[in-house]
């Protein structure tokens, strides 16, 4: 448990050095992960994969993350009964099933992922949480949403930490642009460990180029984040 959690630390964070090694059994991808800050696997993984590793998925969604980015005070703000939520690279729904609470029996939330493992994972947890029927699960190949049918209809949107493995940033926020509300806002977050600041007003820019408009930039442990508005 211990380990899980320094893991996400380290993933998350600019230092690699001056931590001892470690290794981290993950059950359910069978396999080490090696927590050697000086040759990570796991900083490997991610250089070596544009998008996250479906088994990392599994420690993304542990609920010993919540110490760090609690799903509610980071989407309580933005989502109440009734709406529908948009969630590009949802992972295995570490905000998911907080979003699908929030929405209730009336509302949906649409996660839209290019990975089968990361959307499996998601709906066994909502599935065993009873959310599942509020959730509309989606894969999707590239960064095309495949999103015609919610044009213009989604109260909210949260990016969390999956801009930066988009190959193609301008054209997902095109596509989230079109299936927002006017009005209605989006939340993005990036690991400031993975992106720099720099590359973060890149990704802003890119945002505001397919017509959102910057509203606030919230504080959110270890991140960079910035909530746009559709107008
Ligand atoms: C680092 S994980 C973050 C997962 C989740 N948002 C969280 O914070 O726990 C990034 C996720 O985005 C997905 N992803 C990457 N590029 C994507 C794209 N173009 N469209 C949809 N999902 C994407 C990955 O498959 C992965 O599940």
Same mark, same amino acid.
């Given at each position: ?88 690279? @949802? &992972? ?5 099933? =907080?979003? %699908?609470?929030? !929405? #209730?029996?009336?509302?949906? $939330?649409?996660?839209? +992922? ?67 509300? @006017? &009005? ?5 977050? =990036?690991? %400031?460990?993975? !992106? #720099?600041?720099?590359?973060? $007003?890149?990704?802003? +820019? ?26």
């Amino acid at each position: 448990m211990y380990l899980s959690t320094l893991m996400l630390e380290e993933m998350e964070s600019p230092c690699w050095s001056g931590l001892p090694k470690y290794w981290l059994w993950v059950p359910q991808a069978e396999r080490f992960v090696s927590l050697d800050v000086h040759a990570p696997p796991v900083r490997f993984a991610f250089m070596a994969h544009r998008v996250c590793p479906w088994w990392l998925g599994y420690l993304l969604a542990s609920p010993l993350r919540r110490w760090m980015h609690d799903p509610v005070a980071i989407v309580g703000p933005f989502v109440s009964e009734g709406m529908v939520v948009l969630e590009p690279g @949802p &992972g295995m729904g570490f905000f998911t099933l =907080e979003l %699908a609470r929030r !929405v #209730g029996n009336n509302g949906r $939330v649409i996660a839209v +992922d290019v990975q089968p493992k990361m959307l499996e994972g998601l709906v066994k947890r909502a599935t065993r949480a009873g959310l599942a029927d509020r959730i509309d699960a989606r894969l999707v190949k590239g960064d095309n949403l495949g999103l015609e049918s919610y044009a213009g209809k989604v109260d909210f949107a949260l990016a969390f930490a999956m801009v930066h493995e988009a190959a193609n940033p301008a054209a997902l926020f095109a596509d989230i642009h079109k299936a927002l509300k @006017p &009005g209605s806002k989006l939340l993005i977050a =990036e690991p %400031a460990g993975h !992106v #720099g600041t720099e590359a973060f $007003v890149v990704s802003l +820019d890119q945002a505001k180029n397919s017509g959102l408009v910057l509203d606030s930039q919230p504080s959110i442990r270890r991140c960079h984040a910035a909530v746009l508005v559709q107008v």
